[in-house]
């Protein structure tokens, strides 16, 4: 699940008021988020998936008026004079996009603007697979806008945060981010692009977003688009995007752009209006365990801004708020229900439960692995998994290794004569299998490794690690440092690399990891020598971290 970062004074000027530690720890359950770090000016919370209205600052706020009793401004949607027009695209086929002006921006607010931004491309918009966002300053775009292909390689502008132009193709292979996400359109002919009437180029969709129309403290209207596979999911992801950013803007007005299709179909978004659901209350109380009326179920319902559509006796219409994407079914209306209503009180067996002695919790080690894994799949890995049990063969030859290993006493087979004592070598000879499936294959492991350690009483030491591995034509060591880079950076850590030599490794190629000073591993490209051995047709990229270290070193 996302993982927050906001700062206390930027939360508590939305809100208007200060808040007590109580508080935040209290409304924040009742919000499905669990406070993480609450340290000085900030405050880290752990977001429900299914709620991505709360990756921000902004929706936050909005959320947690209703259960404080401080009155929320609704804004106002009003259709565009703006439109947009989008060319026929088969592999991302759908744009939209949405307009919100009179802003009132900090640094803060900006970071928050791109974390909401890049938390929903992430988990919602499946690592930009699916669904891709980008915020432009408006002020010196020139509508209509279009949604085109561009030649990779005649096509140039300056990519967001870099001094220099490039043309299209060398934002996928220079910049940061068109290494980590260059593999969703690098094999098409022709490259998506967002532009203006000039031909001015807001976006390399889904890669990167110009330079030319970054949003900055002075940004006082902006332009959103999606862009993706799904028409809803780019709509929905409009939505949540100009539903937060407007609760920065004095006006709260947020304008609908028309987006017309070739085929005839035009678009509009943010939604305007959710569906209804009708809510039979026998349903409810059956599910509950309560015996709550219409008036009281309504009543709770207004702590999540729902619209009460019609009533009779036994049942009612409710609308959820636009960007309250979760909603799907009279289910899901009776959760926010028993959340209003509080899981505490439901249920007379909670009285009888033996009192608790200690308070249970997730070890560190595996919910650091959880975020681990949903970073990775957001950047677009397969997760893979290996036996502990591996061979000396694997472990120790293949790449000319020399290390103590513990070995099975009398092994049923060869290929499991020992506990494994690196990641790696499994990774390579998965990727190996595999090759002939894709022509680009991005996958990490998380597992154990069991290391000879005499200052243990054991003897023994087990390490839990994440292992990564790209293939593809043209992959190196740059490859691997971006991804290293990403993951440590959505971890709250920025890396360090510097020059190494390991067995196996292309000597040039190679770095070790160092984090919160000291190391934790390495990335490096493999050496050909062991990709002629095992038949490998394309480069392969590893690196290797040790999640022991990075938590015990950077104490997260």
């Known amino acids: 699940m996302p993982v927050i970062t906001v700062r206390l004074s930027d939360l508590e000027s939305l809100l208007g008021r200060r808040l007590s530690d109580e508080e935040i720890y209290y409304y924040l359950a009742k919000l499905k988020c669990e406070v993480e770090a609450l340290e000085g000016d900030q405050l880290t919370y752990e977001a429900n998936s299914d709620r991505p209205d709360l990756f921000s600052v902004e929706g936050l706020s ?9 009155p929320w401004q609704p804004y106002r949607i009003i259709d565009s004079t703006i439109e947009g027009y989008a060319s026929r695209i088969p592999e991302r086929p759908y744009v939209a996009l949405a307009v919100v002006r009179d802003l009132v921006l900090s640094d803060e607010a900006v970071s928050q603007i791109m974390q ?5 491309t992430q988990t919602y918009g499946r690592g930009r697979r699916k669904v891709s966002i980008g915020v432009y300053d408006l002020k010196d775009v020139k509508p209509p806008i279009k949604y085109e292909l561009a030649d990779p390689d005649t096509t140039k502008f300056t990519p967001l945060n870099e001094t220099s132009t490039m043309t299209l193709r060398e934002a996928l292979e220079k910049t940061e981010k068109g290494l980590i996400y260059g593999y969703i359109i690098k094999d098409m002919k022709k490259y998506p692009i967002l532009k203006d009437s000039e031909d001015k180029i807001l976006s390399l969709v889904p890669i990167i977003n110009s330079d030319d129309f970054k949003v900055t403290p002075d940004t006082r209207e902006v332009l959103i688009d999606a862009t993706g596979t799904s028409l809803d999911e780019v709509i929905n992801a409009v939505t949540i995007m100009a539903t937060s950013v407007v609760e920065r803007s004095r006006s709260r007005v947020i304008e609908a752009v028309k987006v017309f299709y070739p085929d005839g179909l035009h678009v509009e978004a943010p939604r305007k209006s959710s569906n209804s659901v009708v809510v039979n209350m026998e349903d409810v109380n059956r599910l ?9 179920a309504s009543k709770l319902l207004s702590y999540f801004y729902y619209e009460v559509v019609a009533k009779g006796e036994n049942a009612f ?13 009279w289910v899901d209306v009776a959760e926010d229900i028993a959340i209003a209503y509080g899981y505490e009180r439901l249920g007379s067996e909670a009285s009888s439960l033996p009192q608790h002695s200690s308070i249970g919790r997730k070890h560190p080690i595996e919910y650091y692995s959880m975020r681990v894994r949903d970073i990775l799949i957001g950047l677009g890995f397969e997760e893979v998994a290996n036996y502990m049990l591996s061979s000396r063969a694997t472990q120790l030859e293949l790449f000319g290794l020399e290390a103590p290993m513990f070995l099975v006493e009398n092994p ?7 506990v494994r004592i690196w990641i790696t070598p499994q990774l390579v000879e998965t990727i190996v299998e595999n090759a002939d499936k894709a022509s680009r294959l991005a996958i990490f492991e998380i597992g154990d490794v069991v290391l000879v350690d005499p200052e243990e009483e054991t003897k023994a030491r087990v390490e839990r690690r994440v292992g990564i591995a790209i293939t593809h034509g043209k992959a190196t060591l740059t490859d691997g440092l971006a991804y290293v880079k990403a993951l440590l950076r959505e971890l709250g850590i920025t890396p360090l690399f510097e020059k190494h030599e390991l067995p196996g490794f292309l000597a040039e190629r190679t770095a070790k990891v160092i984090a919160c000073k000291g190391e934790v591993g390495f990335v490096g490209e493999v050496d050909p020598r062991i990709l002629y051995k095992l038949g490998a047709k394309n480069p392969i990229v590893v690196a290797e971290l040790s999640l022991d270290k990075i938590i015990k070193l950077c104490s997260i």
């Open 62 to 70: 909005r959320a947690l008026k209703s259960w404080l009793g401080i």
């Open 288 to 296: 509950l365990g309560t015996n709550l009326t219409v008036e009281e």
């Open 116 to 120: 909401l931004q890049e938390k929903l």
């Open 412 to 418: 049923k087979s060869e290929r499991f004569e020992g």
């Open 317 to 329: 219409v409710v609308k959820p708020p636009v960007y309250r994407v979760d909603v799907k079914s």
